[in-house]
């Protein structure tokens, strides 16, 4: 709420809350310097724990139908190739997705977007049972894959509430919380209901034909319920809501198309784009094909090659947070630079563990690289969304979203090998091109940061994470 202040009688800026259940930084726009994960308080952490929860049931329902495919290419007689193109289509929209909501966070900012995306992606879940043929399929899981779009408001939201020193972590715990949400749903829908829902329609003359159409029907429900209460129970900045801090004064009206220029046009931007499409890329590529490599390699039941793949996804409950936490551990000791150097081992090592993942023969040695490999992908993510925030701060949203989409741009890339060759020859492949991703490391320079070799950083540069108000506005116009 505005006022006066009391001491000078001068007006005060409006916000939403006179104080805050965490500490924050009145430079950084109020964003928080520290993480309760306890608290429910909002602004701050009400945004955080519905940032991940959000992007967990997008993600369940997103892959909700991956442990099932073998039960769906029996079902509808379809070829691998089918397969994989239905999984290729399913993360690929998503891509135009990650780029359409990118500058729209910058704009309308994360809560609204959050809501509506959740709800589309709900009806098209829900539908899954009407699929009778690979076209079907293939254009169900296009409309599904909507839901993977909700990584950038989950990502832009976090960037909003909390400050530089923080925000690494905050963004890796909340990024791999949401994913979680893709081993949950290999164990959940693959060997919990699915077995349920064979229990069930265990009269009917094919019981799992009738489960693999009615289960998803659970995940739709759920994923409506939470985008509504998103809607209703939180805000998009920790001053409050962009339409309300808009209508008194409080904040620019940001141009999307402005937003998106200057995240495209900048270099930093399309080297993450890379790098990130070789560890989001290769998570979203295994959970794909981790049930079917498990079950076709080892000749598993569905319900255990479930199980087995829901592993790589459980990482996420540690894996990204503890890279988010490496990365803001080393900018604390080397700025930047520090930052740029997890960020390249993490990918080296990951590359390297692909490698030794294609050549395992043995179901339980093939388990025990699969939880390091998992672990090693999912913290070069939490390093990736480390570096975000610095590129270029206004921006933020429209490069979330640019390099989010370099995730899914690599599944794409990575399925097609998946869908033409064998397992070990598109394992190798993959493994090679994570390897030299990492390389890139060394070209990102981002103003006022250090480099992986040299350069300093810039204190006052380095400390505050810039947002639009109406005066920078002002002055950005002047200058142009």
């Known amino acids: 709420m505005s006022g006066t202040d009391i001491d000078t009688g001068a007006p005060t800026e409006w916000k939403k809350y006179d104080s805050y259940a965490l500490n924050v930084d009145p430079d950084q726009d109020d964003r928080a310097t520290e993480i309760k994960l306890c608290s429910f308080a909002r602004p701050h952490m009400r945004a955080f724990h519905f940032s991940w929860l959000g992007f967990f049931i997008a993600f369940f329902i997103w892959f909700a139908i991956a442990p099932l495919l073998s039960e769906i290419r029996t079902s509808l007689g379809l070829s691998k190739k089918e397969v994989w193109t239905s999984s290729i289509v399913g993360v690929g929209g998503t891509i135009f997705m990650r780029f359409l909501l990118g500058p729209l966070c910058d704009k309308v900012g994360p809560r609204v977007l959050f809501t509506c995306v959740l709800c589309f992606a709900s009806i098209p879940t829900a539908c899954t049972g009407l699929v009778t043929n690979a076209t079907n399929l293939a254009v169900l899981r296009l409309f599904i894959g909507s839901a993977g779009g909700t990584f950038v408001m989950c990502q832009y939201w976090t960037s909003r509430m909390f400050t530089k020193s923080v925000v690494g972590t905050a963004n890796a715990l909340v990024g791999g919380w949401g994913n979680l949400g893709g081993g949950v749903t290999q164990l959940v829908m693959g060997s919990a209901l699915f077995p349920l829902f064979k229990e069930l329609f265990k009269d009917e003359p094919n019981p799992a034909d009738f489960a693999w159409r009615w289960v998803s029907i659970v995940p739709a429900v759920v994923a409506f319920g939470i985008g509504i209460c998103m809607y209703f129970f939180s805000e998009d900045s920790p001053k409050g809501n962009f339409t309300d801090l808009k209508k008194n004064g409080a904040m620019a009206d940001v141009s999307a198309a402005s937003s998106f220029r200057s995240g495209a046009l900048n270099l930093n931007t399309w080297f993450l784009f890379i790098q990130y499409a070789c560890c989001f890329g290769v998570e979203l590529t295994m959970n794909n094909a981790a049930a079917l490599y498990f079950k076709d390699k080892f000749s598993l039941t569905t319900e ?31 700025g930047m630079r520090g930052r ?42 939490g390093s990736s969304y480390g570096i975000v925030p610095y590129v270029d701060p206004p921006a933020t949203g429209s ?12 599944a794409v890339a990575f399925g097609m090998g998946f ?24 070209f990102v320079c981002i103003p006022g940061c250090s480099r992986m070799l040299g350069g300093e950083d810039d204190v006052p540069a380095k400390d505050t994470l810039a947002v639009p108000t109406p005066e920078t506005d002002k002055v950005d116009d002047v200058n142009a």
């Open 419 to 442: 869908r033409e060759l064998e397992y070990k020859d598109a394992f190798v492949i993959m493994g090679s091109t994570i390897i030299a991703s990492s390389i890139l490391s060394f």
């Open 304 to 334: 255990e090659a479930a199980a087995i793949a829901s592993i790589f996804g459980w990482m996420n409950l540690f894996a990204r947070g503890l890279g988010g936490f490496t990365s803001d551990k080393a900018n604390a000791k080397f």
């Open 399 to 410: 490069i979330s979203g640019i390099i989010g989409a370099g995730g899914n741009s690599g």
């Open 340 to 381: 740029l150097w997890a960020q390249t081992i993490f990918l080296l090592v990951e590359g390297c563990l692909v490698l030794v993942f294609a050549n395992t023969a043995s179901l339980e040695g093939a388990i025990v690289v699969m939880v390091f490999f998992s672990l090693f992908v999912q913290a070069a993510e």
